[in-house]
């Protein structure tokens, strides 16, 4: 599509979007809408409230989040068990209760994490 073609077609288009903001402009419903929150922006003014607040008088449990009915039924989880690992080659031994340990890492990567798990004492 050309510019030009374009232009035009934006300006139709905004045409169009004017009229229909005149029609609203004249109508009697937003008139009264316009009216009622003006006159609630004062009164909330003029007592120092904020729409906030009155959500929270009329509503109080609006703000409240609902507690999770899954989460409370839930079982804490146990804790890890403690592993121990030794390096046929070298003889040394670690201990750890997950996967994040250095040496332990070393080891995965220089011998594989097969050969490593293969490693745990039992």
């Known amino acids: 599509m050309s ?3 374009e232009f035009r077609q934006l300006e ?3 045409a169009a979007q004017l009229a229909e903001l005149e029609a ?9 809408e316009i009216e009622f929150e003006t006159k609630l922006r004062n009164l909330l003014a003029k007592y120092e409230y904020s ?17 999770a009915p899954a989460a409370a039924q839930k079982a804490p989880r146990r804790a890890r068990q403690v592993k121990q690992y030794k390096n ?4 040394e031994v670690i201990e750890t209760k997950g996967g994040n340990h ?16 293969n490693w745990l004492a039992k």
């Open 24 to 32: 609203m402009k004249g109508s009697p419903e937003l008139q009264k």
């Open 51 to 67: 729409l906030r607040d009155i959500v929270n008088l009329l509503d109080p449990k609006n703000g409240q989040r609902p507690a």
């Open 88 to 91: 046929p080659h070298t003889g």
């Open 102 to 117: 250095t040496k332990l890492k070393a080891w995965k990567a220089e011998h594989g994490a097969d050969e490593v798990e």
């Open 3 to 5: 510019r030009l073609a």
């Open 12 to 14: 139709q288009k905004l």
